[in-house]
Protein backbone atom coordinates (compact mmCIF):
# COMPACT_ATOMS: atom_id res chain seq x y z
CA UNK A 1 0.00 0.00 0.00
CA UNK A 2 1.17 3.40 -1.04
CA UNK A 3 1.82 5.29 3.21
CA UNK A 4 1.89 3.47 6.53
CA UNK A 5 -1.02 3.24 8.36
CA UNK A 6 -1.20 4.62 11.84
CA UNK A 7 -1.49 0.80 12.76
CA UNK A 8 -1.71 -2.65 10.95
CA UNK A 9 -4.43 -4.13 12.99
CA UNK A 10 -7.22 -5.13 10.51
CA UNK A 11 -7.10 -7.16 7.18
CA UNK A 12 -9.63 -6.27 4.60
CA UNK A 13 -10.93 -9.10 3.00
CA UNK A 14 -13.21 -8.85 -0.48
CA UNK A 15 -15.01 -11.67 -2.25
CA UNK A 16 -15.04 -10.39 -5.86
CA UNK A 17 -16.49 -12.29 -8.98
CA UNK A 18 -16.56 -9.93 -12.33
CA UNK A 19 -16.10 -6.71 -10.72
CA UNK A 20 -13.02 -5.67 -13.15
CA UNK A 21 -15.18 -2.07 -13.25
CA UNK A 22 -15.14 -1.76 -10.00
CA UNK A 23 -12.83 -3.68 -7.85
CA UNK A 24 -9.46 -1.20 -8.04
CA UNK A 25 -11.23 1.43 -6.72
CA UNK A 26 -13.14 -0.03 -4.09
CA UNK A 27 -8.96 -1.75 -3.10
CA UNK A 28 -7.45 1.92 -3.43
CA UNK A 29 -10.55 2.86 -0.50
CA UNK A 30 -10.20 0.44 1.44
CA UNK A 31 -6.55 0.70 1.52
CA UNK A 32 -6.64 4.20 2.72
CA UNK A 33 -8.54 3.05 6.24
CA UNK A 34 -6.36 3.99 8.91
CA UNK A 35 -5.75 0.67 10.76
CA UNK A 36 -5.39 -1.32 7.25
CA UNK A 37 -1.91 -2.51 6.40
CA UNK A 38 -3.12 -5.29 4.38
CA UNK A 39 -6.14 -5.97 1.60
CA UNK A 40 -6.64 -9.65 0.12
CA UNK A 41 -9.28 -9.85 -2.54
CA UNK A 42 -10.66 -13.08 -3.45
CA UNK A 43 -11.39 -13.97 -6.95
CA UNK A 44 -14.30 -16.33 -7.41
CA UNK A 45 -14.55 -17.61 -10.33
CA UNK A 46 -14.37 -14.48 -12.27
CA UNK A 47 -14.44 -14.39 -16.06
CA UNK A 48 -13.52 -10.76 -16.71
CA UNK A 49 -10.11 -8.79 -15.44
CA UNK A 50 -11.00 -8.71 -11.52
CA UNK A 51 -7.98 -10.81 -10.49
CA UNK A 52 -5.11 -8.43 -12.76
CA UNK A 53 -6.97 -4.65 -11.53
CA UNK A 54 -7.26 -6.02 -7.86
CA UNK A 55 -3.16 -6.53 -7.83
CA UNK A 56 -2.82 -3.29 -9.85
CA UNK A 57 -4.29 -1.88 -6.82
CA UNK A 58 -1.96 -3.29 -4.76
CA UNK A 59 -4.01 -6.06 -3.46
CA UNK A 60 -2.63 -9.72 -2.57
CA UNK A 61 -5.06 -11.30 -4.33
CA UNK A 62 -6.21 -15.22 -4.22
CA UNK A 63 -8.32 -17.17 -6.91
CA UNK A 64 -10.87 -19.55 -7.23
CA UNK A 65 -10.69 -21.65 -10.34
CA UNK A 66 -14.60 -21.74 -10.11
CA UNK A 67 -17.23 -19.81 -8.36
CA UNK A 68 -17.44 -21.20 -5.13
CA UNK A 69 -19.94 -18.82 -3.13
CA UNK A 70 -19.13 -16.10 -0.90
CA UNK A 71 -18.95 -18.13 2.26
CA UNK A 72 -15.77 -20.33 0.61
CA UNK A 73 -14.57 -16.95 -0.72
CA UNK A 74 -14.35 -15.60 3.06
CA UNK A 75 -12.61 -18.72 4.15
CA UNK A 76 -9.94 -18.05 1.52
CA UNK A 77 -9.36 -14.82 2.26
CA UNK A 78 -9.37 -14.85 6.23
CA UNK A 79 -7.18 -18.04 5.28
CA UNK A 80 -4.77 -16.29 3.42
CA UNK A 81 -4.55 -13.45 6.08
CA UNK A 82 -3.99 -16.46 8.81
CA UNK A 83 -1.02 -17.40 7.05
CA UNK A 84 0.37 -14.20 6.35
CA UNK A 85 0.07 -13.68 10.04
CA UNK A 86 2.22 -16.45 10.59
CA UNK A 87 4.82 -15.66 8.55
CA UNK A 88 5.13 -12.16 9.85
CA UNK A 89 5.56 -13.81 13.29
CA UNK A 90 2.87 -11.51 14.65
CA UNK A 91 1.90 -11.41 18.34
CA UNK A 92 -1.80 -10.99 18.09
CA UNK A 93 -3.85 -12.22 14.71
CA UNK A 94 -5.37 -8.92 12.53
CA UNK A 95 -8.84 -8.71 12.99
CA UNK A 96 -10.52 -9.21 9.73
CA UNK A 97 -12.81 -6.10 7.56
CA UNK A 98 -15.03 -8.09 4.98
CA UNK A 99 -16.33 -5.85 2.51
CA UNK A 100 -18.00 -5.79 -1.34
CA UNK A 101 -16.35 -5.57 -3.80
CA UNK A 102 -18.38 -3.06 -5.86
CA UNK A 103 -18.29 -0.35 -3.10
CA UNK A 104 -15.84 1.32 -4.96
CA UNK A 105 -14.70 4.69 -3.47
CA UNK A 106 -17.05 4.51 -0.52
CA UNK A 107 -15.19 1.42 0.79
CA UNK A 108 -12.91 4.56 2.28
CA UNK A 109 -15.77 5.31 4.55
CA UNK A 110 -15.74 1.81 5.97
CA UNK A 111 -13.45 3.10 9.46
CA UNK A 112 -16.65 3.37 11.95
CA UNK A 113 -17.21 -0.67 11.00
CA UNK A 114 -13.50 -1.03 12.84
CA UNK A 115 -13.33 1.50 16.04
CA UNK A 116 -15.76 -0.54 18.35
CA UNK A 117 -14.26 -3.77 17.39
CA UNK A 118 -10.25 -2.52 18.15
CA UNK A 119 -11.85 -0.94 21.14
CA UNK A 120 -12.61 -3.97 22.40
CA UNK A 121 -16.72 -2.99 22.80
CA UNK A 122 -17.43 -5.58 19.66
CA UNK A 123 -16.85 -9.06 18.48
CA UNK A 124 -18.41 -7.85 15.23
CA UNK A 125 -20.05 -5.35 13.79
CA UNK A 126 -22.56 -5.02 10.95
CA UNK A 127 -23.15 -1.93 8.55
CA UNK A 128 -26.12 -0.08 8.51
CA UNK A 129 -26.54 1.79 5.00
CA UNK A 130 -27.69 4.97 5.65
CA UNK A 131 -28.21 5.50 2.21
CA UNK A 132 -31.03 2.60 0.44
CA UNK A 133 -30.75 1.23 -3.03
CA UNK A 134 -33.15 0.25 -5.24
CA UNK A 135 -33.40 -3.45 -4.46
CA UNK A 136 -35.86 -5.18 -6.77
CA UNK A 137 -37.20 -7.43 -5.27
CA UNK A 138 -34.01 -8.39 -3.17
CA UNK A 139 -36.55 -7.41 0.42
CA UNK A 140 -37.94 -11.25 0.15
CA UNK A 141 -34.63 -12.38 1.20
CA UNK A 142 -34.17 -9.58 3.91
CA UNK A 143 -37.32 -10.55 5.27
CA UNK A 144 -36.66 -14.08 5.59
CA UNK A 145 -32.87 -13.76 6.95
CA UNK A 146 -34.15 -11.28 9.13
CA UNK A 147 -37.07 -13.17 10.74
CA UNK A 148 -35.27 -16.12 11.46
CA UNK A 149 -32.30 -14.50 13.22
CA UNK A 150 -35.02 -13.17 15.19
CA UNK A 151 -36.43 -16.29 16.07
CA UNK A 152 -33.24 -18.17 16.50
CA UNK A 153 -31.66 -15.26 18.65
CA UNK A 154 -34.33 -13.19 19.54
CA UNK A 155 -32.79 -9.93 18.00
CA UNK A 156 -33.91 -8.24 14.96
CA UNK A 157 -31.09 -6.37 12.55
CA UNK A 158 -31.92 -3.55 10.77
CA UNK A 159 -30.10 -5.14 7.55
CA UNK A 160 -29.29 -8.80 8.00
CA UNK A 161 -27.89 -9.45 4.57
CA UNK A 162 -25.08 -6.77 4.50
CA UNK A 163 -21.67 -8.17 4.00
CA UNK A 164 -19.84 -5.38 5.60
CA UNK A 165 -18.53 -6.71 8.93
CA UNK A 166 -15.45 -6.42 10.91
CA UNK A 167 -14.72 -9.36 13.47
CA UNK A 168 -12.09 -10.05 15.58
CA UNK A 169 -9.95 -12.81 14.40
CA UNK A 170 -11.60 -15.42 17.64
CA UNK A 171 -14.77 -14.50 16.13
CA UNK A 172 -14.10 -15.40 12.72
CA UNK A 173 -12.95 -19.11 14.04
CA UNK A 174 -16.11 -19.15 16.35
CA UNK A 175 -18.42 -19.14 13.45
CA UNK A 176 -16.32 -21.70 11.44
CA UNK A 177 -17.16 -23.79 8.96
CA UNK A 178 -19.35 -20.71 7.45
CA UNK A 179 -22.09 -21.21 5.81
CA UNK A 180 -22.31 -21.95 2.07
CA UNK A 181 -23.18 -19.32 -0.51
CA UNK A 182 -25.09 -16.26 0.39
CA UNK A 183 -26.29 -17.76 3.69
CA UNK A 184 -23.22 -16.93 5.14
CA UNK A 185 -24.12 -13.38 6.63
CA UNK A 186 -27.13 -14.81 8.28
CA UNK A 187 -25.32 -17.72 9.48
CA UNK A 188 -22.15 -15.48 11.01
CA UNK A 189 -25.40 -13.45 12.77
CA UNK A 190 -26.95 -16.24 14.77
CA UNK A 191 -23.80 -18.74 15.28
CA UNK A 192 -22.39 -15.70 17.11
CA UNK A 193 -25.22 -14.57 19.11
CA UNK A 194 -25.83 -18.03 20.22
CA UNK A 195 -21.97 -17.76 21.48
CA UNK A 196 -22.68 -14.80 23.64
CA UNK A 197 -20.38 -12.94 21.66
CA UNK A 198 -21.06 -9.01 21.25
CA UNK A 199 -22.60 -8.44 18.21
CA UNK A 200 -23.80 -4.54 16.89
CA UNK A 201 -24.45 -2.83 13.97
CA UNK A 202 -22.86 0.83 12.66
CA UNK A 203 -24.47 3.24 10.45
CA UNK A 204 -22.20 4.14 7.95
CA UNK A 205 -22.30 5.62 4.53
CA UNK A 206 -21.07 2.74 1.87
CA UNK A 207 -23.25 2.27 -1.16
CA UNK A 208 -22.62 -0.41 -3.64
CA UNK A 209 -24.31 -0.95 -7.04
CA UNK A 210 -28.23 -1.07 -7.16
CA UNK A 211 -29.70 -4.59 -7.79
CA UNK A 212 -31.64 -5.07 -11.28
CA UNK A 213 -34.91 -6.54 -11.56
CA UNK A 214 -33.59 -8.48 -15.09
CA UNK A 215 -33.62 -12.00 -15.04
CA UNK A 216 -29.98 -12.09 -13.91
CA UNK A 217 -30.89 -10.02 -10.96
CA UNK A 218 -34.27 -12.59 -10.50
CA UNK A 219 -31.76 -15.84 -10.67
CA UNK A 220 -29.49 -13.87 -8.15
CA UNK A 221 -32.13 -13.58 -5.87
CA UNK A 222 -33.69 -17.23 -6.04
CA UNK A 223 -29.96 -18.31 -5.05
CA UNK A 224 -29.98 -15.76 -2.02
CA UNK A 225 -33.39 -17.33 -0.57
CA UNK A 226 -31.90 -20.73 -0.92
CA UNK A 227 -29.03 -20.63 0.64
CA UNK A 228 -30.68 -17.92 3.27
CA UNK A 229 -33.02 -20.65 3.88
CA UNK A 230 -30.34 -23.71 3.82
CA UNK A 231 -28.61 -21.56 7.05
CA UNK A 232 -31.76 -21.37 8.47
CA UNK A 233 -33.12 -24.69 8.43
CA UNK A 234 -29.37 -26.00 9.33
CA UNK A 235 -30.21 -23.48 12.94
CA UNK A 236 -33.52 -24.30 14.13
Known sequence: MSEAPASDEVAVVIPARNEA??????VTA??????????????????????AAARQAG???MRHARNRGKGAAMETGAEAVRLL??????????????LDADLAGTAALAGPLIDPVLAGKADMTIAVFAATVKLGGHG??????????RRATGWQPAQPLNGQ???????????????????VETALTIDLLRKGLRVTEVEVELAHRATGTGMRAQ?????????VARALAARP
Open 140 to 149: LVVGLSGAGI
Open 165 to 183: RCLTRAAFEAARPLARGWG
Open 85 to 98: DQREHRDRPRHLLF
Open 30 to 51: AAGLSAVALVVVVDDGSKDGTA
Open 59 to 61: AAV
Open 21 to 26: DRIQAT
Open 219 to 227: LHRAHQLTD
